[in-house]
């Protein structure tokens, strides 16, 4: 997998440098906000048990580091994102394309596909359930549109909102019933600056 993260942002650069004129490579630190939603079930389960599962909205502080290439209209980059919940820490690798629209000499909007891997390591055991494994793992797609302001030749701005579809699953062990915990769809509110070279 990560050899084919690789494969695709070395395409995705190759790409922008083939078809357009003016290339600048740039990084990203975008702080943001994540929210995502975890649920565990079991079938026919006890009702001691059944008290103890449930289907819950969390959100934590995230970051999110950017590598890439940009032109004036489109731009591809390698994201590496990161949150730590209470139950649990999650990090997410994305390749990722967008295609600029440009609204004012000084301002863009954007719009754009993202694609990637993902991991997530349980920190504590969630008693009375038992946790098969530590951790879990899942392919990632969705996408991101946001803005960026131009400050001067080297900085700009960033701000935005990123949506990903995931399927972490894990195996949940309460007395003698066997169940699933998974953790689907990850959104990311995120502001950040960007250094272009």
């Not at 769809?185 to 502001?191: A, D, H, S």
């Amino acid at each position: 997998m990560k050899r084919f993260c690789i494969l695709v942002m070395s395409f995705l650069i190759f790409a922008v440098n083939v078809y357009a004129e003016e290339t600048r490579p740039f990084f990203g630190i975008y702080p943001g906000l994540m929210y995502s939603e975890m649920k565990t079930s079991m079938e026919n389960a006890p009702s001691l048990i059944e008290s103890n599962l449930f289907t819950e909205d969390s959100s934590t502080g995230a970051f999110m580091l950017v590598f890439g290439n940009s032109t004036s209209s489109v731009r591809g980059h390698l994201n590496i994102l990161g949150g730590k919940y209470d139950d649990f820490d999650l990090g997410v690798v994305t390749i990722a394309a967008d295609k600029i629209f440009s609204v004012h000499d000084n301002f863009n909007l954007y719009m754009g596909l993202s694609v990637g891997y993902g991991w997530l390591t349980w920190n504590e055991e969630m008693e009375p359930l038992r946790l098969k494994d530590e951790t879990a793992t899942s392919l990632v797609g969705g996408g991101q549109l946001g803005g960026i302001l131009k400050f001067c030749d080297h900085f700009s701005f960033d701000i935005g909102y990123n949506y990903l579809f995931t399927k972490f699953k894990t195996e949940i062990i309460c007395l003698d019933a066997v169940g699933e915990g998974s953790l689907e769809n990850i959104g990311l509110f995120y502001v950040g600056a960007n250094y272009h070279f």
